[in-house]
């Protein structure tokens, strides 16, 4: 096993042990505040910030471990009736077209956060950039995977022949 295919599958077992921790934090601060708000009859002013914002980390790091166990949503009627040369071929050329995405991902991730650096959120005082800096870090997550899986299939391809 390559250095890169440790390290990916190291990084999405980290993921996987955070988005527990964001998941119960978010069930617990909505929990809270449906207590808060129909037993106390008092609104917790920060609560429905924190959840959203543990949301959408929930679903940036989400993604990025479907794709690295490879659960996300595809569709395969094509590819899985055409002989293997060109069936490999398109399997490359998604790949590098994924990498391209998240490239670009990373890059205007970047450029967003940049963009956001001077906001503060308006409940919790956080920086913005904090917030929306999951959009780079998660491209990045990405990268590594997509690359990893680039390099499986091209040497599954130099074995082959």
């Given amino acids: 096993m ?7 599958l190291s990084l999405n077992s980290w993921i996987e042990y955070l988005l527990f921790g964001l998941g119960l934090t978010m069930t617990l601060v909505v929990a809270v505040q449906v207590f808060f708000r129909y037993v106390l009859n008092q609104s917790l002013f920060w609560s429905e910030e924190l959840a959203r914002f543990l949301l ?4 940036f790091l989400g993604a990025s471990v479907a794709y690295r166990r490879k ?4 569709i395969d009627v094509l590819t899985s ?3 293997d040369i060109p069936r490999k071929l398109c399997v490359i050329i998604v790949h590098v077209v994924s990498l391209i995405f998240f490239l670009v991902l990373i890059f205007y991730g970047c450029r967003f956060a ?4 001077l ?3 308006p409940a919790l005082y956080v920086p913005k950039w904090v917030i929306f800096s999951i959009v780079p870090v998660s491209g990045l997550v990405f990268l590594i ?3 990893t899986f680039l390099l499986q299939e091209l040497k599954r391809g130099s ?3």
């Fill in 159 to 161: 074995r082959d022949h």
């Fill in 56 to 59: 959408v980390w929930l679903s």
């Fill in 71 to 74: 659960v996300h949503p595809g």
């Fill in 145 to 147: 995977h997509g690359i």
């Fill in 114 to 117: 940049y963009f956001v650096r």
């Fill in 119 to 121: 906001q503060i959120s």
């Fill in 2 to 8: 390559s250095i890169l295919e440790r390290l990916s």
């Fill in 81 to 83: 009736r055409i002989p």
